[in-house]
């Protein structure tokens, strides 16, 4: 049940991100690449990817601060098969940097 939520909440959230990233962070693009539920499915830890990875943090700050609405609209797609909204935790997934640090790494 923990992943069949955890999937299902990935996808509303990035279609989410979809809608309001344009107005939320303009010119970067908000991939959600994980979630992780708790047991109680009261806490969602949230990866999201920022493109490009030069504006993450600033763009992290204006997601944690719209977080009460972007959590809003999560209740209204998954009210049908959720009675608790969880609360939403972001983190930067950077393993897409990491990635090319290494790749780059082994070129040389």
């Known amino acids: 049940r923990q992943q069949k939520v955890s999937r299902q909440i990935?996808?509303?959230?990035?279609?989410?991100?979809?809608?309001?990233?344009?107005?939320?962070?303009?010119?970067?693009?908000?991939?959600?690449?994980?979630?992780?539920?708790?047991?109680?499915?009261?806490?969602?830890?949230?990866?999201?990817?920022?493109?490009?990875?030069?504006?993450?943090?600033?763009?992290?700050?204006?997601?944690?601060?719209?977080?009460k609405g972007i959590r809003g609209e999560l209740g209204k797609r998954v009210s049908k098969q959720l009675r608790i909204v969880p609360e939403l935790v972001f983190y930067i997934d950077d393993s897409l940097d990491y990635v090319e640090k290494i790749d780059n790494l082994l070129k040389s």
């Open 10 to 67: 990935q996808r509303d959230l990035s279609e989410i991100f979809r809608e309001i990233g344009t107005s939320l962070a303009p010119g970067v693009m908000i991939s959600v690449t994980g979630v992780r539920i708790t047991p109680d499915l009261s806490l969602a830890k949230v990866y999201v990817s920022i493109f490009p990875s030069a504006k993450s943090s600033d763009v992290l700050s204006k997601i944690e601060s719209a977080s």
